[in-house]
């Protein structure tokens, strides 16, 4: 059997399917801003239009949380008054002794400082450290001449305190070592010469050394060379206390002057 030839006509060969690349990205609607067939006028200009309609944009507000305001403390000042006791005071150096009181701070160590405390109302400052060394040391003084006065700042019970003390060199006049206050842990008759070693604070051993010239000057020249005492009114008002006193001594337990016991042997 013969083979079947087909013959196909050239208007009818097929054609070559031509084959369409992919797309790599979405082609954006409308003519492209700024594309390169725009003159150098015409960038600019767009871009100035870009740049007004980013402007008519609101931005949105956002919300901000209210900052909390810091509880602020409230602010005292407190107006206290002590003394430098010295037994011997008109004899020789070497033999010169005073009364220091001794508490425990929060570290278990001993700090050595001027007996002191607040001035009650109707008080001057010099009855106030009389009265202070009596309660905290057990002692009786008389003020001879002002040492200076020592401000510092602390916080304590919520509240930021303002401190002021007046220090005064006093002549022992009687009584005995005594650490029966219950803010005092220990009391000690110290050496004069020994003070810049023993004192826990620099303006307590700086008032020390005005001691020191002050009772060279006693030696020298009399008590009329000492500097006359500062002018002070008794306390109209009360203060607020930043510690509370827990002890009074006993108005019948009466000192024996003359006498003084700092486990040293008695004094002269």
């Known amino acids: ?35 390169a067939d725009q003159s150098p006028g015409q960038r600019r200009q767009t871009a100035a239009k870009n740049a ?7 931005p949105k507000p956002q919300k901000t949380r209210p900052r909390r305001q810091p509880d602020r403390l409230r602010t005292v000042h407190e107006t206290s008054a002590g003394g430098l006791v010295i037994d011997g005071i008109d ?15 929060r570290r278990g160590r001993m700090l050595w400082s001027l007996p002191k405390g607040h001035i009650e109302r109707g008080e001057t400052a010099e009855q106030t450290a009389i009265r202070e060394v009596a309660e905290e040391t057990g002692i009786q003084g008389s003020v001879l001449a002002a ?5 510092y700042w602390f916080v304590t019970e919520g509240r930021r305190v303002h401190k002021t003390v007046h220090h005064y060199l006093m002549r022992f006049s009687g009584g ?14 110290v050496p004069l010469h ?23 000057k006693l ?9 006359p005492l500062p002018r002070t009114a008794p306390r109209r008002r ?31």
């Open 1 to 35: 059997m013969p083979a079947t030839i087909a013959w196909v006509s050239d208007g009818e060969q097929p054609k070559s399917r031509r084959r369409r690349g992919r797309r790599r990205g979405r082609r954006a609607a409308g003519p492209p801003e700024g594309g």
């Open 52 to 58: 007004d309609n980013s402007s008519d944009i609101t």
């Open 91 to 105: 004899g020789p150096k070497d033999r010169q002794v005073a009364a220091l009181i001794g508490r425990i701070d």
């Open 147 to 151: 040492l200076g006065s020592i401000d």
């Open 176 to 189: 005995e070592l005594s650490d029966e206050d219950v803010e005092v842990t220990e009391v000690a008759w």
């Open 194 to 216: 020994e003070l810049p070693k023993r004192l826990a604070y620099a303006d307590e051993r700086r008032l020390a050394e005005v001691a020191d010239e002050l009772i060279d």
């Open 219 to 227: 030696h020298t020249d009399g008590p009329a060379a000492l500097p």
């Open 238 to 268: 009360g203060q607020t206390h930043s510690h509370t006193r827990n002890h009074r001594p006993d108005p019948a337990a009466q000192p024996q002057p003359g006498r003084r016991t700092n486990g040293c042997g008695q004094g002269p």
